[in-house]
């Protein structure tokens, strides 16, 4: 959206509503702009969703997780996880040969790992990528 036409959506000036936009942006609450690709589209429409728990849940351990995980193009999302499992991750798959190929030469080569649980999404429900304000 150009910010004249956002400027006329929430009735001020466009310089009014450039000086917002920046302000936002300088105070961190906007923290850049994404373009979201729809992995259908590019051969991607499923999601897997992964649990991880490590051997050890020392700092050498986790750090040498977060670094290779890191590097994993095909992990879309790594969260670090209070409870069961230490690392939750969302992957997206062309199909159930495509996360065999993930999980044989990465997620059980990633330093650390003790035991990995997969869940697989039958379909999206509800996925938000905008917060409500």
Sequence with gaps: MTNADLADAIHLSPSSCLRRVRRLEDDGVIAGYTMLVDGTAVGKPSSVFVEIALNSQSEETLNAF?????????????????????????????????????????????PGVARIRSSFTLRTVCKRTVYEL
């Design 66 to 110: 977060e670094v290779a995980v890191a590097k994993c193009a095909d992990v879309m999302e790594c969260y670090l996880m209070a409870g069961d499992s230490d690392y939750f991750l969302r992957i997206e798959v062309a199909d159930m040969a495509d996360y065999e190929r993930i999980h044989k030469t990465h997620l059980s080569r990633l």
